[in-house]
Structure formats: structure tokens, C-alpha cells
């Protein structure tokens, strides 16, 4: 079984950075897509940034630019690189990882921005 720990949350005024973690357990992280979601209070969870295997990565609109989603196979570990943070990027973050149809999810790391 798959599990992925997220870490690096927390409170941060506008303009700020934060950077997130998620460590997989297990061998497959090297093979799976790694992304990081959000879900804002009464607003569905959305993909913010993915990064393949191969190291290709996508990213919401409203992120390029200021988000970088990193992986480090060698610590089975995916970074998500937060600057220049607003208001409206406040939400409960949470890793993912696919691999053969299936989804993992980590328990969620609470990130507020401050106006």
C-alpha cells in the first residue's frame, strides 16, 4: 500500500513563499505521475501541478509562473515551490500519486494566505 506524508504548511502573508512536500513510500514513485490538488472551502478539488515520470510538468492557470512542481526520485519525494502567494491560493493542498489506474492521496497540509 502506498503512502504519501505531505508536509511544509502553514500560515504566510500574500506575496510569501512556502514550499511543500510529499514522500511516497514504497518502490513505484519513480514510475508514477506526482501531483499536487487543492479544495478551497465549498469549491472542488482541482489540479494545481503534475509532473510525469519523465520529468514533464502542467500546471493550472493561475499558478504559472509562481508555482514549481520538483520531484526527487532518490528520497521518493515531490516538491510543490509557492511563491509570490495570494489570497485566493489558500486551501487544503493535497499530494497524489497515479500509477496503472490507480490513485493514492495523502492526508492534506492546510495552506492560508493572509491579505
Known amino acids: 500500500q502506498v503512502q504519501l506524508v505531505e508536509s511544509g504548511g502553514g500560515l504566510v502573508q500574500a506575496g510569501g513563499s512556502l514550499r511543500l512536500s510529499c514522500a511516497a513510500s514504497?518502490?513505484?514513485?519513480?514510475?508514477?505521475?506526482m501531483g499536487w490538488y487543492r479544495q478551497a472551502p465549498g469549491q472542488q478539488r482541482e489540479l494545481v501541478a503534475a509532473?510525469?515520470?519523465?520529468?514533464?510538468?502542467n500546471y493550472a492557470d493561475s499558478v504559472k509562473g509562481r508555482f514549481t512542481i520538483s520531484r526527487e526520485n532518490a528520497k521518493n519525494t515531490v516538491y510543490l515551490q509557492m511563491n509570490s502567494l495570494k489570497p485566493e491560493d489558500t486551501a487544503v493542498y493535497y499530494c497524489?500519486?497515479?500509477?496503472?489506474?490507480?490513485?493514492?492521496w495523502g492526508q492534506g497540509t492546510q495552506v492560508t494566505v493572509s491579505s
Open positions: 497524489n500519486l497515479q500509477l496503472w489506474g490507480n490513485d493514492y
Open positions: 514504497g518502490s513505484i514513485f519513480r514510475i508514477s505521475t
Open positions: 509532473t510525469t515520470s519523465g520529468g514533464r510538468t
